[in-house]
């Protein structure tokens, strides 16, 4: 990078920070944190910055301090002060600004970023439209269609597994949002919304971007040295906004012809209470990719738990045999009565979260034990630390459904009051997400086994458990064996196949 721009940089950073402690330093003491560097202030890792920042609240507590680049963050560990934050104080934590990477890449507003509180309302009152619990009942039909479906394909190319999983949310929501029904393995909207994720995922990383950090980087020219980003944030932004609009388009053209389903969008357009056309473009978008993109990351980490812990995998293969029986598949309606499936999906969300951080903005200026928080601050809620907290789950890095098994599952430990956020930033999907995800899991579970690939020369290969470091993370590619587990399984799934046809 050039000698000026660095020095440019550099006053910024100096500035910044000067800004910030005079701001700060008169009033009530900050939270502890870890030393950083002058100007520089800490260096996360690159990989897995949330399991070095859960590391920190050994020795700083709960909420913990750091600054990146002058930039000042807050970090939150303990679901005891994330639910005093964010849940009794949501009036001033439900802001979730973008990243400025994101901003970059047209990725904000919409459900996920809107800031606008009535804009706001309306993204999660059109989201409703699709996800409620009452919708779930018209929709439902259509999720056992695409799981089995998804099915048929881990019988006939199992080495793609990974790729299955993968299109299986995100043509559920294809069809949710827009009534739009996916034409295959090279469906040109599915490959848009997977590049969409992709994207997505590593643009909200908090490692991978320094602009994220120090948002006046994003008046560097792209022609600069270190302008590169605005270059990649371009492309991103103009595939962003193609897919979305694109997308919109397909419903609007469905409606004049005639021929449209019943979709979000579609309510949306014949709606008596006219929407933002720029919150049912954004909203519709990040339904899809907001929804695929965790669901897929739960799915394949269940994978991986079941190929690694056989034994857990035969006993919720028992429990689906002994209470559903072998003349059907497993339904959403079965998860009472399969307790030790349930306790699977609880630990798969427990052990490895799909988004271990996320952020808020603080609208006014706060105290939180005697610590204060300025308006602005960056406050990173880490779901990782908390589901991975020591005095809770002893053995935290363990896969251990029986965990949940036989005592009562409070709030500060159930990873279904955790992983889908607090107060009025909770995933208005999480209904959805949790009955695809169960669905999906007792079906896998109840047709196929799924256990360790063999290398070329014949040996067992055990996977390592390594994730991706983005602003959603998933296993990264592994390979596996995938069999049906009897012949009547494989005809049971037929049978299904036929009567969803």
């Given at each position: 990078?050039?000698?000026?721009?660095?020095?440019?940089?550099?006053?910024?950073?100096?500035?910044?920070?000067?800004?910030?402690?005079?701001?700060?330093?008169?009033?009530?003491?900050?939270?502890?944190?870890?030393?950083?560097?002058?100007?520089?202030?800490?260096?996360?890792?690159?990989?897995?910055?949330?399991?070095?920042?859960?590391?920190?609240?050994?020795?700083?507590?709960?909420?913990?301090?750091?600054?990146?680049?002058?930039?000042?963050?807050?970090?939150?560990?303990?679901?005891?002060?994330?639910?005093?934050?964010?849940?009794?104080?949501?009036?001033?934590?439900?802001?979730?600004?973008?990243?400025?990477?994101?901003?970059?890449?047209?990725?904000?507003?919409?459900?996920?970023?809107?800031?606008?509180?009535?804009?706001?309302?309306?993204?999660?009152?059109?989201?409703?439209?699709?996800?409620?619990?009452?919708?779930?009942?018209?929709?439902?039909?259509?999720?056992?269609?695409?799981?089995?479906?998804?099915?048929?394909?881990?019988?006939?190319?199992?080495?793609?597994?990974?790729?299955?999983?993968?299109?299986?949310?995100?043509?559920?929501?294809?069809?949710?949002?827009?009534?739009?029904?996916?034409?295959?393995?090279?469906?040109?909207?599915?490959?848009?919304?997977?590049?969409?994720?992709?994207?997505?995922?590593?643009?909200?990383?908090?490692?991978?971007?320094?602009?994220?950090?120090?948002?006046?980087?994003?008046?560097?020219?792209?022609?600069?040295?270190?302008?590169?980003?605005?270059?990649?944030?371009?492309?991103?932004?103009?595939?962003?906004?193609?897919?979305?609009?694109?997308?919109?388009?397909?419903?609007?053209?469905?409606?004049?012809?005639?021929?449209?389903?019943?979709s979000v969008v579609s309510k949306a357009i014949n709606s008596q209470d006219p929407y933002d056309r720029h919150v049912i473009v954004k909203s519709a978008t990040q339904m899809v990719t907001g929804g695929a993109d965790t669901s897929v990351s739960v799915i394949e980490t269940f994978m991986l738990?079941?190929?690694?812990?056989?034994?857990?995998q035969r006993r919720a293969q028992d429990e689906i045999d002994r209470v559903v029986g072998a003349d059907r598949l497993p339904t959403y309606s079965d998860r009472e009565s399969l307790p030790f499936v349930e306790a699977v999906m609880r630990e798969v969300m427990r052990w490895r979260p799909p988004v271990p951080m996320v952020p808020r903005h603080p609208t006014q200026d706060d105290v939180y034990n005697g610590y204060f928080i300025p308006k602005d601050t960056i406050v990173y809620i880490n779901f990782w630390a908390m589901l991975h907290d020591e005095e809770k789950f002893p053995d935290h890095d363990k896969f251990d459904p029986d965990r949940w098994i036989g005592g009562g599952v409070t709030k500060d430990i159930d990873p279904f009051g955790i992983v889908f956020g607090f107060g009025r930033r909770e995933c208005p999907g999480k209904l959805l997400a949790v009955e695809l995800v169960f669905t999906t899991l007792a079906n896998i579970l109840a047709v196929f086994d799924i256990t360790k690939a063999r290398s070329t020369d014949g040996q067992l290969m055990t996977p390592a458990v390594a994730y991706s470091s983005g602003g959603i993370s998933a296993p990264l590619p592994f390979k596996c064996n995938i069999k049906p587990r009897t012949e009547r399984a494989l005809k049971l799934l037929q049978e299904t196949l036929a009567c969803e046809s």
């Open positions: 990078m050039d000698g000026r721009l660095v020095f440019a940089l550099l006053s910024v950073c100096f500035a910044t920070f000067l800004y910030r402690w005079r701001r700060t330093s008169c009033r009530w003491p900050r939270p502890p944190g870890p030393p950083g560097l002058p100007l520089i202030g800490n260096i996360l890792p690159k990989q897995y910055p949330w399991e070095a920042i859960r590391r920190w609240g050994h020795t700083y507590g709960p909420l913990i301090r750091m600054s990146v680049l002058g930039t000042p963050a807050l970090v939150v560990n303990s679901y005891e002060a994330a639910a005093e934050l964010f849940e009794k104080r949501s009036s001033i934590y439900s802001q979730r600004h973008p990243m400025e990477m994101i901003l970059l890449c047209g990725m904000d507003g919409g459900v996920l970023f809107e800031t606008n509180p009535v804009k706001l309302r309306q993204a999660r009152r059109l989201v409703a439209t699709g996800v409620s619990s009452r919708e779930l009942d018209i929709y439902r039909p259509q999720l056992r269609t695409h799981i089995a479906k998804m099915l048929e394909k881990f019988l006939h190319t199992p080495d793609k597994f990974l790729d299955h999983i993968q299109h299986l949310p995100g043509e559920i929501m294809l069809d949710i949002a827009y009534g739009y029904t996916s034409t295959g393995f090279n469906d040109p909207f599915i490959k848009e919304a997977e590049t969409w994720i992709r994207n997505f995922a590593i643009a909200g990383s908090v490692t991978e971007y320094l602009v994220n950090w120090l948002p006046i980087l994003s008046y560097v020219p792209q022609w600069l040295p270190g302008g590169a980003f605005k270059r990649t944030a371009a492309l991103w932004n103009k595939q962003a906004v193609d897919f979305g609009e694109s997308a919109f388009q397909f419903v609007v053209k469905a409606m004049t012809d005639g021929v449209s389903r019943p738990a079941m190929l690694l812990n056989p034994e857990v």
